[in-house]
Every structure is written in structure tokens, then in C-alpha cells.
């Protein structure tokens, strides 16, 4: 049964996959995707991470979001990166603009960075349930207290957005819309539209805050005392998968090392 | 497991000692000045289960906090008087050490659970007590084997129902195996369903467990087959403390507090009001078995059994139809893994002027049913057409001055200073002209009672005031048709009354009412029609009296007639079984004298 928003139901390969192997697995992401800087080998960080979305099964379209706000990124970072950085050879200018061969290369990277990270983001959570994803950070040694945190963070995440649901229907219901009328009360309604929603969703979530505290000090919570204790158990795809990831890793350490995949902003 | 103390069967309560004494309780919340209780005192033996009455600001929650000791510890305040339970005062000890003695469930089930699982969130309060995980587990095994939740051990609470949310806060009390529950209206969001649920795990625990138990509730009737003694607060003082029976003879005065008495012992109340030396007999029963019981020797030797109410064609049938249902298919995700089909074929017309009724447990499709009258969710198959506007082409905009929808909660919607600001919105989104803004905040707020309140913060006002706010905010825009989801959801009965009368009000003044409840002695009272929903489908659609005639098919919705519905029923050898109403069954009764 699908537990949150971004859970995908499914049974391939990922969903098995241990929780801390999953987020060893996104972690070698940030590192990668930190260590190298220029198009071709962030295209290869990207393909890894379409490789995985292959063993996911999740369908491409559900990483749409991700996708395109990396265009966009990836756009902007071309539309601006001239004012900043424009070393090599020069491909096109326009007045201060200098689009130079080794600045487009380092534009295009940021925004394949961006969908690769964000990518694997999305899998790690389309594939694991929260329960799994408390399960992993438990297995990280993260201190219990930081872990409940976590949990009750996730846990209410369905009740706030469940919350933040009927408030918009409630405005929508008494013919609220930023596209009516004229322009000057177009942009009033956009500025009501924010105090319609954030007034009765802060006075929601301050009452339930209040609520939740009562319910916590009536079961004399004490965070210390509710650390899960876990054996961690790691299958055979789990050894399979860490090792190749690790390889992927090394992969990209030892093509930074030989100076492949990075541009320095100092030169 | 834990030790069943069955105190009563040996002993009489006045030899079982106190388990709670409070002690001229007198409370103030930190910041105020006007106390919410004021000398309180009573007293709760072992095993006894106590039922805490009043209306909604009478002092009762507050008294639950006092109770278990989350006041003064974790909200502060001015606490004078005493609080002792199991013979510790609250004041001198904290709320870590008392909370092994005693443990209270809220209101709301959702908030109250903080596990990823079942399992987790029931062991929570066992883990914080350091007992051994073989005991943890344990504990886990027995509290949800008590609610009847074992299987559910690995399951995301979010995925569970209403009812089964209550039950899981209950169990995860239960694991710390405290002396005293407390109850703070655990009843009071849950559907029909949830509501038997969570009252047969209380009821359990009073008979195997002996368990004593303190439980603020509305619900009259289900109090009176459960609570040893009743107290009825008002303005945070003890009213009354006696005995269900003793404490419900008192009708007229419980209503004025704002309490509702079980429909049979009102019957009774007015059978002998009327005529005392003919109902003597019928006294003041509590439940429909007892009233039946008594009635039935008086009525074997009635000459003919009275005739029912015709069963005319609807007066409504002539009308316009304003609201058009055909084929309604709407799967939510549709296409998906996940998708959830919530209406399946349905078909429904609703006549201009008509007031029905919307019910059914909980996830049977009601709100979905009704958020594809003012275009909020668009069918996935079939049409819904309002006035003669097919929803799938008219905004959600445009088809709210034709359908006004009032929320639930009305917090969900009111984000304005000042009552007029607010009721304003609607109208001001319709682009009118001051002047007819003005001219239909005033209309409203006139027909919702609340003129000379234009400048109050609606968030200072009391929740049933609230709600008139979101009413007029709706009327201002001149809807002909109103959509009204659970009016009187969290309300005590005098409160739910008064905004009942401003809904048949209104339907008077010509809006097509459609409203969706609970509460099914407020369908019997105030609809004309009632559908009756079931699985996403429609299970029984009708005049009211023809829908509450057919118990067993009600029951398939997990649907229980009102208390009097189900006693004529009882007495269908003797006289008609459709009267809805005290009001009917006490004018049927008095004429065979």
C-alpha cells in the first residue's frame, strides 16, 4: 500500500534493496556529482543514474519534476554563466556577453548535475516506504532523538498535506482565482492567495504542534529511551549493488585523480 | 497479561476505595485570568467508570489534562486544590510518573500517533517506562489482540480508518497497562462504524479489565449503557453527579446545559410528564432493549395497531431539478498503481427546494460525491450537471455562486482580521460592487445571527460561531444550491441544534440543501431525503422515514437508526415502526391512552 506522496508501489530489484544501501547509494551521488564538474563525465553520473531508474522500474515521467527543473537550471546557468565565467575559446559574443566553449561545457554540466542528484533523489524515495526510510537512517547510527525527529516529520506529512488540501478547496469554494478581473486586482489576489493559504494552515499546524506535544508528554516520551535497536542484514543483491556503486565511485575518484572531469574556476 | 480484578463482584462501591480524589480544583490557563474550573471536586473509585458531560467550553477537557497531570507540568497555569490519583498528587510529581498510573486519549486519532508502524507506536509508551523489549513485546501483542488490531502489527498508521486510528491510540495507552484511562471525546470524529468500534473496546475493558475509566463524550446514549456515574459540567463547576438514570431525569434542565438525554428516557420523560398514573411502568429506561422491555405489557392489549405515514410521491418531485448525477464514475490516480475508485455508476437527482441528507461510513464517497457538485473534483466518467451547467466546462469559480460549499472545519477557510473581511471574500471574488458587497455581508450575517460582530476577530469567536461565519461567507454569494459537510461535527447538542435550525432556515428560504452527517438523530430530525452511500455507490435513496424502515439494509453501511427509530421498530407488532422523531413516537403512544 502506498504510505506517501512520492511511494511508488512496486517489487523490483530497488524496492529490495536494504534502506542503508540506498542511502550509501544516493551519498556516493553527492559525492560524484561534487567531484566533477564538466559535461561529459556529469552526462556519465546522469546515465548511472538512468541505469538505476532502469532497476527501479519507476516509469521516466515520474522524475519529470526533476527533469525539468535541471533544464531550467541548465538554461539559466547557460543564460547567465558569460557574466561570470567565460574562459576558452570564444563560440559567441554579444557585447559583455562571452559564450566561450569552456563555459557552455561548465553551464550544460550544472544542470546534468542537478538532474542526476535530483533523479537518484527521487528514486531512493519513489522506491523506499517511510518506515524503510527510518529503518535506513537508524542503520546510519544517526542519534535517536534526530531519528523520532525525521519520523514525525514523514509521519505527518500526509496529514499536512491532506490539511493544505482542504484549505485550498475551501478558498477555491468561495470563488477564489488569481486569473479574474483586472490586472491590479490579479496581483492582490496573487498576494491573498499566500495569506489565504498560510493563515489557516500556520494556525492548522500551531494547534496540532500543541496537540502533539500533550500526546508525547502523556507517554512520558523520552527520545533516548526508544532507540531501535537493529541488526543490519545485507542480502546478496544488496553486497552486489553496494559493491558496483562503490565501483561507480572509484570510477569517478580515479577520473578526477587523473584530471579528467573538472574545470577550476581559479585557472 | 494483566491481572483481571473483577472489585465489583465481591464488594459494593462503597467499600472499593478512590482512585481519583480531585479536591476543590480551581484552574486558570497560563495568561488568563478567568478561571476555567472552579471548585471542583469528586471523587472515582476503582473500577468505576465515570462519564464527564457538558457543553463545549464547560470546563471538560481541562479537567481530562488536570487528571492525568499534563496540567500544571506541561501547560503551566494557575492550579489551586488538589489532584490526587492512586494516591499521588499530580502537583508533586511528574507527568513521566504519573502518565505509569494513568493515560489519556484524545479527541483527535491522528495526532496522537507517531509511529511508521503499528507496532512501533503501541510500544512507544512501554519503551519509555525502560521495561525489557521481551516485555515491550509482549505488551505490544496483548494491547492490539485487546482493540482488535492484531495483524495490522507492521501497517503505516496513516493507511488505517478513523475508527481503527481511535482503537490504535487506545492500545498504545493500554500497553503502558494503566490503572485509570481517560477519554477525551475519543468518539466524537469517527464515523457510525468507528464510533461502535472504539465504544466495544471500552466497554471490554470495563467488564474483563475492570479498568477505571474517565470519558468525556456527547453520545448520551452509549454513556447510559456504559458509565457507572455521570457528571454534568457547566461553566467549569459540577452541575450534577449521580447515576446515568438519576442524572438523565432531569430533561428539560440537562438541555438547558447543552446535554441530550437518550431519546427513549426523553420519551418516557414525556409519557409521564403527561400522563404519570398510564407510564408509570415505563419510568425512565436508558437503552432501546429496557424501553422495549417496559413498554410491551402496555401496549399487548391495544385494540389496532396505528397506521404508518403515507408514503406519498416526494413534493419535491415536481420541481426543477437543479442537481443531475448520471453514471458518476470517479477514480482517484486513475491509471496509476494506485488509483482508488471512489464513486462507481452513480445516478442522482435533487430537486430545487429539497433538504437531504448524505450518509455513510467513512471512505464511502459522500465528500467526493459532493465536491463533483461545485466542480472541485471532475468526474471521471458520466456527467454532474448544476442549473443546467455540465461541470466538466465551468470553472470551480463560476459554479461556486451557483453551489456554495461550508467546510467541515471552518478554520480551513477564515484567514481574515474582522467578520465582515471575511464573510466579504466570496462576494469580493465575484467581482461586485462595493455597495453589493456591503449590502450581502450585512444579509448574511443577518440571517447567520451574527450582525453587530463586522469588526470581531472571528478567530476569538467560539467554534459554532466560527462556522456561522463560514455559512454567511458562503451566502454571500448567493448560491441557490448549499453543500454542507458535517455541521455539527465536534459540537455539543445545543450548539448542533442551532445551527440545524439555521440550515432548515435557509433550506425555508428556498436553498436546495444538501448536507452530510454522523449524527443520525439530526438526519431524522432535519432531512426529508436521505441517501444513503455504500462502497461508492448509492445503497438506499428516499424519504426519510422509508430509508430508516429498512435496518438491515442500513446496516450493510454500518448505519444504526436513531434510538427511537429503533424502538418503534421493536414495537412494529404494536404500532407504526416509521416514527423519526421523540416528538412522533411520544404523540403515537398517548393517543392508545
Known sequence: MSVYKFYIEGDSVFHR?????????????????TIVNELLLSVAVLAWALVCLGFSKIPLRKLWPAFAFSVWLGFLSVLLM?????????????????????????????????????????????????????????????????????????????????????VKEAQISRAFSIRRGSLARRM??????????????????????????????????????????????????????????????LFFILARAAGYGWISMME | MLTIVNVLTATRWSEVPDVIEVRNLSYTYPGDHKPVLREVNFSVKRGEVLGIMGPIGAGK????????????????????????????KTVEHEVSVLNQKIGIVFQDP?????????????????????????????????????????????????????GQKQRLAIASILSGRPEILILDEPTSELDPIGKVQVFDVIRQLTKSESMTVVIVEHEAEELARIADRILVMKNGQVVRDASPRECFKDVEELEDLGVRVPEVLEL???????????????????????????????????????????????????????????????????????????????NLQVHRGEMVALIGQNGCGKTTLAKHLNGLLRPTEGTVRVLGLDTRRVSAGKLAEKVGYCFQNPDHQIFKSTVFEEVAF????????????????????????????????????????????????????????????????????????NMMLLVKDLNAKGHTV????????????????????????????????????????????????????????????????????????????RRFH
Open chain 1, 17 to 33: 534493496l536494504n534502506p542503508l544501501v540506498k542511502f550509501i547509494w544516493l551519498a556516493t551521488f553527492l559525492v560524484e556529482t
Open chain 1, 82 to 166: 558569460p557574466l561570470f565565467y567565460n574562459p576558452g575559446k570564444v563560440i559567441f559574443e554579444l557585447d559583455v556577453l562571452r559564450y566561450t566553449d569552456i563555459g557552455l561545457n561548465f553551464a550544460m554540466a550544472i544542470g546534468v548535475r542537478a538532474a542526476a542528484m535530483l533523479a537518484a533523489t527521487m528514486i531512493l524515495f519513489s522506491t523506499t516506504t517511510q518506515a524503510k526510510i527510518i529503518d535506513g537512517l537508524t542503520d546510519t547510527r544517526m542519534p535517536a532523538p534526530m531519528v523520532f525527529g525525521v519520523a514525525l516529520s514523514i509521519r505527518y506529512v500526509p496529514v499536512l498535506l491532506g490539511e493544505l488540501q482542504r
Open chain 1, 188 to 249: 492582490s489576489a496573487i498576494s491573498e492567495s499566500f495569506q489565504s493559504l498560510f493563515i489557516p494552515m500556520v494556525n492548522s499546524v500551531l494547534r496540532k504542534i500543541s496537540d502533539l506535544t500533550l500526546c508525547l508528554d502523556s507517554k512520558g516520551a523520552d527520545f533516548s529511551k526508544v532507540r531501535r535497536k537493529r541488526r543490519i542484514a545485507l542480502t546478496k543483491t544488496d553486497k552486489a549493488f553496494m559493491s558496483v556503486t562503490l565501483l561507480v565511485l
Open chain 2, 61 to 88: 477537557t481541562t479537567l481530562s489534562l488536570c487528571l492525568s497531570g499534563l496540567i500544571p507540568h506541561s501547560i503551566g497555569g494557575n492550579l489551586q486544590g488538589e489532584v490526587i490519583v492512586t494516591g499521588l
Open chain 2, 110 to 162: 491522528e495526532i496522537q500517533i507517531f509511529g511508521m508502524e503499528v507496532e512501533e507506536d503501541v510500544g512507544f509508551k512501554p519503551k519509555n517506562m525502560e521495561m525489557p523489549d521481551n516485555e515491550v513485546s509482549n505488551r505490544v501483542r496483548w494491547a492490539l489482540h485487546y482493540v482488535r488490531l492484531d495483524g495490522f502489527e507492521k501497517r503505516f498508521p496513516y493507511t488505517l480508518s478513523g
Open chain 2, 268 to 346: 418516557g420523560h414525556l409519557l409521564v410528564k403527561d400522563q404519570p398514573q398510564k407510564w408509570t411502568t415505563y419510568d425512565y429506561p436508558l437503552t432501546v432493549e429496557e424501553a422495549q422491555s417496559r413498554l410491551e405489557p402496555l401496549l399487548r392489549n391495544l385494540p389496532e395497531k396505528s397506521q404508518s405515514f403515507s408514503e406519498t410521491a416526494s413534493e419535491y418531485d415536481k420541481a426543477e431539478v437543479v442537481i443531475e448525477v448520471q453514471n458518476l464514475t470517479h477514480i482517484y490516480g486513475a491509471g496509476s498503481p494506485e488509483e482508488v475508485v471512489a464513486l462507481q455508476g452513480i
Open chain 2, 426 to 497: 466570496g462576494a469580493r471574488n465575484l467581482l461586485l460592487s462595493k455597495e453589493e458587497i456591503q449590502a450581502r455581508v450585512q444579509e448574511s450575517l443577518g440571517t447567520v445571527g451574527l450582525i453587530g460582530y463586522e469588526k470581531s476577530n472571528p478567530f476569538f469567536l467560539s467554534k459554532g460561531d466560527r462556522q456561522r461565519v463560514a455559512v454567511a461567507s458562503v451566502l454571500a454569494m448567493h448560491p441557490e444550491v448549499l453543500v454542507i459537510d458535517e455541521p455539527t461535527t465536534g459540537m455539543d447538542w445545543r450548539t448542533s441544534d
Open chain 2, 514 to 589: 444538501l448536507f452530510i452527517t454522523h449524527n443520525m438523530r439530526i438526519v431524522a430530525q432535519y432531512a426529508r431525503r436521505v441517501v444513503v452511500m455504500h462502497d461508492g455507490r448509492v445503497l438506499l435513496d428516499g424519504p426519510t422515514r422509508s430509508v430508516f424502515a429498512q435496518p438491515d439494509l442500513l446496516g450493510k453501511a454500518y448505519i444504526n437508526p436513531p434510538q427511537i427509530t429503533r424502538l418503534c421498530h421493536g414495537l412494529r407488532n404494536y404500532i407504526a415502526s416509521d416514527r423519526l422523531t421523540v416528538r412522533e413516537a411520544y404523540e403515537e403512544l
